[in-house]
């Protein structure tokens, strides 16, 4: 016969050995939302298994609600955690009422001769919310949502991992749960199907699963922000100099045949003035505004980024000379009206009000991006010259890159 304290005890110590390799990966990527939520399930879990020892003592009142409690608050944290790798949360009208509930049925249910007081509800919990986070993960993974969780197979395998070890351990829960309103915790049905063995078992499989799934996720996760930091510019959003001048190359050369492409060279006029006048975090509001401009005009083929200072690029696939000039004139009204200029449009005179100036120059057989960028910088110039707030078209001779 099994001894349940020897089965409690090793899942205690299975519990205890996935929570330090918990947090030597939370460590080692940066405080990953997944990991701090499931360190703190597995918390929670190693609690509920070790009160559950004090079963047959003459704490037995004290021990038993406080076991179920810490085991539906560990569910709730798996919930929790599963939503994190989409970045959302969990309403506390959800965890305050699902905790306190399994308090109050361990409580009432006279805990201090009946081992399973409050069993119904923490049967029913523990199913239910690690049910909900297995179909957050179902979710994410059905739907190619890698997004959230990083990229690549390993994000999109720990994805599945996590859903299917949670599902199971959902079912288990669903089974036990019929078995013990059917036939009652005593039973040789509840015993077979649910007994501490086979529970045992399949937590120690599940805690398991899931601890190496959230350690993919997190250092998916971790890949996914290094690499974005990598190619974005950290204030405004856009992409940033070395990824704008790769990524233009690339389609400048795929399009320079057809001639369906333009580049934009932008700038802020009186951009100095701004930071000279109103500080330069009100620079920063009217760097990441231009940006969130330039990004609504956007099509889902085109790039654009911050080439420094306040001086972007942007790349418009399909787009005429004309249609370009006309799309960048746009990004100029939206800027101007932007909200987070209130400061800047009040406190000075109109020159110290930022507007954008814009040079243009469409693609041609055999010319390459650098000659582009040389034109629509030319462009620019003329652009600044006539007296800012306006677009120029480059329209002259070529004019080989230095």
């Keep these: 016969m099994i001894d349940p304290m020897s089965v409690r005890l090793a899942l205690a110590i299975v519990v205890a050995l996935a929570a330090v390799h918990t947090v030597i990966v939370l460590r080692r990527t940066s405080g990953a939302p997944i990991l701090a939520w499931w360190a703190r399930a597995l918390v929670a879990y190693g609690a509920s298994t070790v009160l559950f020892m004090g079963n047959g003592s003459a704490l037995q009142a004290i021990t038993v609600p406080l076991a179920n409690t810490a085991g539906v608050l560990g569910g709730v944290l798996v919930l929790r955690a599963a939503r994190s790798v989409r970045g959302a949360t969990l309403s506390r009208w959800v965890t305050v009422p699902a905790v306190l509930g399994a ?206 200072g306040d001086e972007f690029v942007a790349v418009l696939v399909g787009a005429t000379a004309d249609e370009a000039a006309a799309r960048a004139d746009a990004v100029t009204r939206r800027f101007v009206a932007a909200p987070e200029l209130e400061v800047a449009h009040g406190g000075g005179s109109g020159a110290e009000s930022p507007t954008a100036s814009h040079g243009v120059a469409a693609a041609e057989p055999g010319v390459g991006f650098a000659d582009l960028l040389a034109r629509a910088d030319a462009a620019l110039y003329e652009a600044k010259a006539a007296g800012r707030n306006t677009v120029r078209v480059h329209r002259g001779a070529p004019e080989p890159a230095a």
Excluded at 128 to 138: H, K, L, R, Y
Excluded at 166 to 188: I, K
Excluded at 211 to 230: G, N
Aim: with cysteine; net charge negative.
């Design 103 to 308: 308090l109050a049925t361990g409580g009432l249910g006279d805990p201090a001769h009946e081992t399973w007081a409050g069993g119904a509800y923490f049967l029913a919990a523990m199913g239910a919310t690690v049910g909900a986070a297995s179909a957050e993960m179902w979710r994410m993974w059905r739907l190619g949502d890698d997004a959230a969780a990083g990229s690549g197979a390993s994000a999109r395998g720990a994805l599945l991992t996590f859903a299917a070890a949670a599902t199971v351990y959902a079912l288990f829960y669903g089974v036990r749960l019929v078995a013990f309103v059917t036939e009652g915790p005593d039973s040789d049905l509840f015993q077979t199907v649910g007994g501490t063995g086979q529970t045992t078992l399949v937590l120690i499989a599940t805690v398991t699963a899931v601890t190496l799934a959230a350690a993919h996720l997190a250092e998916a996760s971790q890949r996914e922000d290094l690499h974005r930091r990598a190619t974005t510019d950290d204030l405004t959003g856009v992409l940033g100099r070395a990824e704008l001048l790769a990524r233009a190359e690339v389609i400048v050369a795929d399009r320079a045949a057809s001639g369906r492409c333009a580049v934009v060279v932008s700038d802020l006029d009186f951009f100095k003035r701004v930071n000279d006048t109103h500080g330069h975090a009100e620079g920063d509001r009217a760097l990441v505004a231009f940006a969130r401009a330039w990004q609504a005009e956007l099509g889902a083929a085109d790039v654009v980024g911050r080439l420094g």
